[in-house]
């Protein structure tokens, strides 16, 4: 293992996956780095979403090797790939729309008061409350109305609140998909300030993104893929959108960049 | 003020106090005003020293024609004598919906109340209640375990009933063959004397075979299908009798998808407007029907003697009628069929 | 105005709560001396009792939107076995009384559970669900029963049925306590909030690691277990099995969590509410009653009043989801 190698909290080597006779992943890597923002880009069809069901269990791979901080792991459902530390915010939020805030913060993982009551299931409402009103404000997201039932805030406020809320419960890496998608201009730019202050946190973000020009501001890394495997890495300061959009589309050759502008 | 400038929490809560506004200004303007068919002005807080005496009837069931029958008898009288008479009555014929009826009818206090019970031990209490509020009590067609309570009950001969019956049917099939009388289940006491009445008749005539009785308490569907295996396993089957008019349908529709209605002879009780059809069209030979109207009738008298301190036999048991179609005109026969008036 | 307050005002229950006490206002005005009494109180509160037991359980399930038409038969499913159950151990004595109890309560829960593994697992909706489970129960009782009511309930149980605590009729104070209990569940507890979640969003719910089956499970269970109590004070109050008088009863309680301000659509609704819409119906039918209206006004009234109820939520939904 190289010094480069250390310094990865996840990878995924030679994945395959088919479903029927589709075969979405067909021997996939990807690198996501301690501490860093790495946009996984690629057309449509080209197996992103795959693979992140795939790093965050919601499937499992049919052939291929995962390593999580050093270690090998297969996860057999969501919840095992949360345990070890892996969150992921698809585009529909999975937010419970007539709760707070602070319930959505807390879904699944309720605090619970302490002593006779807790063990009979009562809320720590207040605590709960407080938490989430300190998690929001560490990562700067802000919540018009404590009270408010989220289906309530803008597109801006809901992936705010998602995204912390992943955020909170991570421990080493965190799954975008296309967070910015339904977003105005003004949010778009509060959403990847977000990112940024995961990623400052120590939480490695993985950014599933069609949009060139935000993943040129928000990403350190730029991982490419093209019929089910990875066929470019870039480092975003390195390099030009048109290269970028060339990998996807797969103007260039992969053979140009195996050999010569791959990392 | 215009509402639309409102938004949110006072918009709503304004929307919903007008709403709530509505429905009771609604409930106000039903109550002030004559409701339907009642023999006069609804209850209301008169003075104590209005001459009409106030009488609720609650039937068994509000839409069922033999109750409507009891009912019309009871305007009528109420009508005659002066007394101021409401109906009540649930959909269904069951205690668990006349119960509650029954407490706020002996909550509004009235004179008298006369009614059909739907079950002779769950409506004790309750009507207990009504009579030690100094109500009278009168109860028709169906009666209670402990009838005391009541001054009187007015019900038909169910033995006559069956009796009745019986003697259609002996009469029409010449005294031979295979005859089916089809019966609500063991428990239901009419029914039980009803079939009382029924055998012993038919003890009488030795060449009729009474088969197995079979049970259904007015479900056409049910006595559809039970006609429908007598005739396949009696083919000397010349009688069918079913105590409840409800079941007639199904016999009829029976017979004439086996073509039998020639070869069976059919005799129903009660005297429902569609059996009163049947009968005009031949589908069935004679119907028993019970006096309906006379049984409406007496219960105001008596509900009204009993106020007065008068005498109220216990126990009345009307006749029933044999209706046919020589009969139906008569006003004997013509006032007690089943239907409002 | 206070965020809490103004939240509280917009809730519905409180709306609802505004129109009973205006009915009642109405009725207390036309009659004083007859619907305002305290004997026609503990009428209309023992006649609200076994429809606000039933319709705790329906509160769940509407809150997690789905439904549960089948409450009316498991009820009569469950008073006719627990009528049998005394009647085969014989006699008068407590311990017959608890077989009742606990044979109403069994039957109950397992046709909530069928409800739930049909539901849950294999994934039919709950209206079709329920809807086989209404006509399955109902005629498994008519089977069990021979159409005909079991009539032979202990009298002791038919005196406790018909009892007194403190001038309140005993009935009512279980259906009260039950309710409250219910109640705060569902506004405090972690069952509570997931039911919520649930209903909110079933698929945020299961991502969250919510165990949805389980719970979906749990709760239509518990629906049949409050219908099997439904059906014992049923037997308790009549002393009989009633088959024929609960067809209705699926549709008045759903009525009554409805009118009572929880969302058809889920994850909105109170117990609180439920308990209102309980009464509504209750106190129009009595008051008509002895206001001497023709009864069938009474159907009028308690459709407008849902109907009301439902085109508020319609309003909530769309402006605003507190």
């Given at each position: 293992m190289n010094a480069d190698e250390a310094d990865l909290i996840l990878a995924a080597r030679g994945i395959k996956k088919s479903f029927g006779r589709v075969e979405a992943l067909r021997g996939a890597d990807f690198d996501v780095r301690r501490g860093e923002v790495v946009a996984l880009m690629g057309d449509n069809g080209a197996g992103k979403s795959t693979l992140v069901k795939v790093l965050s269990g919601v499937h499992s791979a049919d052939e291929g090797l995962v390593t999580l901080d050093g270690h090998e792991v297969a996860f057999g459902s969501p919840e095992e790939a949360r345990e070890a530390g892996i969150e992921t915010v698809y585009q529909d939020l999975a937010l419970a729309d007539t709760l707070d805030s602070a319930a959505n913060l807390f879904l699944g993982r309720e605090l619970r008061r302490p002593g006779v009551l807790g063990r009979i299931g009562v809320l720590d409402k207040r605590r709960m409350r407080q938490e989430a009103r300190e998690a929001f404000e560490s990562l700067q997201v802000t919540v018009r109305s404590e009270h408010d039932a989220v289906g309530n805030l803008s597109g801006g406020q809901r992936q705010g609140i998602a995204v912390c809320r992943a955020a909170t419960w991570a421990k080493h890496v965190l799954f975008l998909d296309e967070p910015t998608a339904a977003l105005g201009v003004r949010q778009t730019e509060n959403v990847l300030d977000l990112i940024r202050r995961v990623r400052d946190r120590g939480i490695s973000v993985v950014l599933i993104s069609h949009s060139l020009p935000e993943v040129m501001r928000v990403a350190d890394r730029i991982e490419v893929f093209r019929l089910g495997r990875r066929i470019g890495q870039f480092i975003t300061a390195d390099v030009s959108a048109e290269d970028v959009v060339a990998a996807i589309t797969g103007a260039k050759d992969m053979v140009q960049f195996e050999e010569g502008q791959a990392l | 003020?215009?509402?639309?400038?409102?938004?949110?929490?006072?918009?709503?809560?304004?929307?919903?106090?007008?709403?709530?506004?509505?429905?009771?200004?609604?409930?106000?303007?039903?109550?002030?005003?004559?409701?339907?068919?009642?023999?006069?002005?609804?209850?209301?807080?008169?003075?104590?020293?209005?001459?009409?005496?106030?009488?609720?009837?609650?039937?068994?069931?509000?839409?069922?024609?033999?109750?409507?029958?009891?009912?019309?008898?009871?305007?009528?009288?109420?009508?005659?004598?002066?007394?101021?008479?409401?109906?009540?009555?649930?959909?269904?014929?069951?205690?668990?919906?006349?119960?509650?009826?029954?407490?706020?009818?002996?909550?509004?206090?009235?004179?008298?109340?006369?009614?059909?019970?739907?079950?002779?031990?769950?409506?004790?209490?309750?009507?207990?209640?009504?009579?030690?509020?100094?109500?009278?009590?009168?109860?028709?067609?169906?009666?209670?375990?402990?009838?005391?309570?009541?001054?009187?009950?007015?019900?038909?001969?169910?033995?006559?009933?069956?009796?009745?019956?019986?003697?259609?049917?002996?009469?029409?099939?010449?005294?031979?063959?295979?005859?089916?009388?089809?019966?609500?289940?063991?428990?239901?006491?009419?029914?039980?004397?009803?079939?009382?009445?029924?055998?012993?008749?038919?003890?009488?005539?030795?060449?009729?075979?009474?088969?197995?009785?079979?049970?259904?308490?007015?479900?056409?569907?049910?006595?559809?299908?039970?006609?429908?295996?007598?005739?396949?396993?009696?083919?000397?089957?010349?009688?069918?009798?079913?105590?409840?008019?409800?079941?007639?349908?199904?016999?009829?529709?029976?017979?004439?998808?086996?073509?039998?209605?020639?070869?069976?002879?059919?005799?129903?009780?009660?005297?429902?407007?569609?059996?009163?059809?049947?009968?005009?069209?031949?589908?069935?030979?004679?119907?028993?029907?019970?006096?309906?109207?006379t049984m409406g009738k007496l219960s105001i008298e008596y509900s009204l003697n009993a106020l007065a301190g008068k005498e109220v036999p216990a126990e009345t048991a009307l006749p029933t009628i044999v209706a046919n179609l020589d009969n139906l005109e008569t006003p004997e026969v013509a006032d007690n069929l089943y239907r409002p008036c | 105005m206070n965020s809490r307050l103004s939240t509280w005002l917009a809730k519905p229950t409180t709306t609802m709560l505004l129109i009973l006490a205006a009915i009642i206002a109405m009725f207390a005005f036309l009659s004083p001396t007859t619907f305002f009494t305290v004997s026609n109180a503990q009428g209309i509160f023992s006649n609200t009792a076994i429809l606000l037991v039933v319709a705790v359980g329906a509160t769940f399930i509407i809150i997690t939107s789905g439904i549960d038409l089948s409450v009316g038969s498991v009820l009569v499913f469950s008073s006719v076995v627990g009528a049998q159950a005394m009647a085969a151990v014989g006699g008068d004595s407590l311990g017959a009384i608890l077989v009742g109890l606990l044979a109403t309560l069994v039957s109950g829960g397992a046709w909530g559970l069928l409800n739930g593994v049909l539901i849950a697992r294999a994934k039919v909706p709950p209206f079709v669900t329920t809807l086989g489970t209404l006509g399955a129960a109902y005629g498994l009782a008519l089977v069990i029963s021979g159409g005909v009511d079991v009539r032979s309930v202990p009298g002791p149980l038919v005196q406790f049925g018909n009892g007194r605590w403190l001038g309140v009729p005993v009935i009512a104070v279980i259906a009260a306590v039950i309710a409250t209990l219910a109640g705060l569940v569902l506004a405090t507890t972690v069952f509570g909030r997931r039911t919520y979640a649930i209903g909110s969003n079933e698929e945020s719910a299961r991502r969250a690691g919510i165990r949805v089956e389980r719970h979906l499970m749990s709760i239509y269970t518990l629906a049949g277990v409050l219908a099997g109590l439904g059906g014992f004070l049923s037997l308790a109050r009549f002393g009989t099995t009633t088959i024929a008088g609960n067809t209705n009863l699926n549709l008045q309680a759903i009525t009554a969590v409805v009118i009572g301000g929880t969302s058809l659509f889920g994850g909105i609704g109170w117990m609180a509410g439920t308990a209102i819409g309980a009464f509504i119906p209750v106190v129009l039918a009595n008051g008509f009653i002895i206001q001497g209206v023709v009864p069938y006004w009474q159907y009028v009234a308690v459709g407008s009043v849902l109907v009301a109820a439902v085109l508020l939520d319609q309003r909530r939904r769309r402006r605003q989801l507190s």
């Open positions: - | 003020m215009n509402i639309k400038h409102l938004t949110g929490t006072p918009r709503t809560a304004l929307t919903g106090c007008a709403m709530g506004v509505l429905l009771a200004g609604s409930i106000g303007l039903t109550a002030c005003s004559t409701p339907v068919p009642q023999a006069s002005t609804s209850g209301s807080e008169t003075a104590a020293s209005t001459v009409a005496k106030k009488v609720t009837l609650i039937l068994g069931t509000s839409s069922d024609d033999f109750y409507k029958a009891i009912e019309c008898g009871a305007k009528l009288q109420s009508k005659e004598a002066g007394a101021d008479l409401t109906v009540q009555g649930a959909g269904q014929f069951d205690p668990a919906l006349q119960v509650p009826i029954v407490d706020a009818v002996v909550a509004s206090k009235p004179d008298a109340i006369v009614i059909a019970p739907t079950d002779d031990t769950a409506l004790f209490a309750p009507l207990k209640a009504g009579v030690d509020a100094g109500s009278k009590l009168v109860l028709v067609d169906t009666t209670l375990k402990d009838p005391s309570l009541a001054a009187g009950h007015i019900g038909s001969d169910y033995v006559l009933y069956g009796k009745q019956g019986a003697e259609q049917i002996a009469k029409l099939t010449g005294g031979k063959g295979s005859v089916l009388g089809i019966f609500s289940p063991p428990g239901v006491s009419t029914n039980d004397q009803g079939r009382e009445g029924f055998s012993k008749e038919l003890a009488n005539h030795p060449d009729i075979k009474v088969l197995p009785f079979e049970y259904s308490s007015g479900e056409a569907g049910k006595s559809a299908a039970i006609v429908n295996a007598a005739l396949a396993a009696h083919p000397d089957l010349v009688g069918i009798f079913t105590f409840n008019g409800g079941d007639s349908q199904g016999v009829v529709t029976a017979l004439r998808e086996a073509n039998a209605g020639s070869r069976v002879n059919f005799v129903s009780g009660d005297g429902q407007p569609f059996q009163v059809e049947q009968l005009k069209a031949g589908l069935v030979k004679s119907l028993v029907i019970q006096q309906a109207r | -």
